[in-house]
């Protein structure tokens, strides 16, 4: 079992900047790790993923704006959050993979006000 910690959220104003960060507790190795999102009423949505060896992607609608980096000696993910939209508001969550998982962080909460 992993556990996930997330930390980062909270309230902005469009344009603004976030930048969350997820710590898994243990030290073995994590192939992927990333970040979802789920707005009231709707699925949850993958954002942004990382591989061990940096090959990441992202969802079409923040292409440009966010950017997902890792320290893989930490086990620890971070996603920066540029040029925040009021549409970017949702609960986000942390994913982990280390081939027994998935994992999921309980989820911080990114608030974008117009």
């Known amino acids: 079992q992993v556990q996930l910690v997330e930390s980062g959220g909270g309230l902005v104003q469009a344009g603004e900047s976030l930048r969350l960060s997820c710590a898994a507790d243990v030290s073995r190795f994590i192939n992927f790790m990333g970040w979802y999102r789920q707005a009231p009423g709707k699925q949850r949505k993958l954002v942004a993923g990382?591989?061990?060896?940096?090959?990441?992607n992202y969802a079409d609608s923040v292409k440009g704006r966010f950017t997902i980096s890792r320290d893989n000696g930490k086990n620890t993910v971070y996603l920066q959050m540029n040029s925040l939209k009021p549409e970017d508001t949702a609960v986000y969550y942390c994913n982990a993979d280390d081939g027994r998982g998935p994992y999921w962080g309980r989820g911080t909460q990114v608030t974008v006000s117009s």
């Open positions: 990382i591989t061990r060896r940096d090959n990441a």
